[in-house]
């Protein structure tokens, strides 16, 4: 009776322990991906200091690919590596980024990909027409969550850091916005393509 139990409690903690590795190994990728997308290299926009990295395209795939909580441990998990001093960010930067001008796009991310993931809806691949309907939703969730959420938490921190009014800051940015947009066609397009695959 004893070895029974034995038997059955290592079964559940075995069990457990898959649970937690099907749970966690996604989220891991995907913070992976935005420091690789940090590091990658920056472009600088003329008129302000946050340069153009591939990293909203990365929230925008994890919060398409993802259920909303794994999605924002993803990015959850980026801010902490960065927050304890690892060089995850833009540049190699790390800890100073999240008191720095870029400070609010970086802590956009966080809800912007819990707003993509909890608005994109089930994907339906089951035909062209469907698969183009669900490629649609997916565009618009990801203009709005990593475009809209995102800008509008990075023009107010950026604004409030630096002094600049919050329409100059805008202006400055037009740039990163049409790179964003295209990025959310792209991600889209892939995310929809994927889960066609997955089915």
Same mark, same amino acid.
Do not use: D
């Given at each position: 009776m004893q070895t029974s139990h034995t038997t059955s409690?290592?079964?559940?903690?075995?069990?457990?322990?898959?649970?937690?590795?099907?749970?966690?190994?996604?989220?891991?990728?995907?913070a992976v991906l935005m420091w690789l997308s940090a590091a990658a290299g920056a472009i600088p926009i003329p008129g302000t200091p946050v340069p153009i990295t591939l990293q909203t395209f990365v929230v925008m795939l994890a919060?398409?690919?993802l259920?909303?909580?794994?999605a924002g441990s993803a990015v959850a998990a980026?801010?902490?590596?960065?927050?304890?001093?690892?060089?995850?960010?833009?540049?190699g930067a790390s800890t100073m980024a999240l008191v720095g001008p870029s400070a609010g796009f970086l802590f956009g991310f966080l809800p912007g990909v819990i707003?993509?993931?909890?608005?994109?809806?089930?994907?339906?691949?089951?035909?062209?027409?469907?698969a183009a309907l669900t490629a649609g939703r997916y565009l %618009? !969730?990801?203009?709005?969550?990593?475009? *809209?959420?995102?800008?509008?938490? @990075? +023009? &107010?921190?950026?604004?409030? %850091? !630096?002094?600049?009014?919050?329409?100059? *800051?805008?202006?400055?940015?037009? @740039? +990163? &916005?049409?790179g964003d947009a295209i990025k959310a066609?792209?991600?889209?397009?892939?995310a929809a393509g994927l889960s066609k695959l997955g089915r």
């Open positions: 409690s290592t079964a559940a903690t075995a069990s457990l322990g898959r649970r937690i590795v099907a749970a966690s190994w996604k989220p891991a990728l995907f919060g398409l690919m259920p909303w909580r794994q980026y801010l902490a590596a960065g927050a304890v001093g690892l060089p995850v960010f833009a540049g707003v993509i993931a909890l608005l994109r809806g089930k994907a339906n691949t089951s035909s062209a027409s469907a %618009l !969730t990801a203009l709005v969550g990593g475009v *809209v959420v995102v800008y509008a938490l @990075g +023009f &107010v921190i950026q604004s409030a %850091l !630096t002094g600049v009014p919050i329409a100059a *800051v805008a202006l400055a940015s037009m @740039g +990163f &916005v049409a066609v792209v991600a889209s397009l892939a």
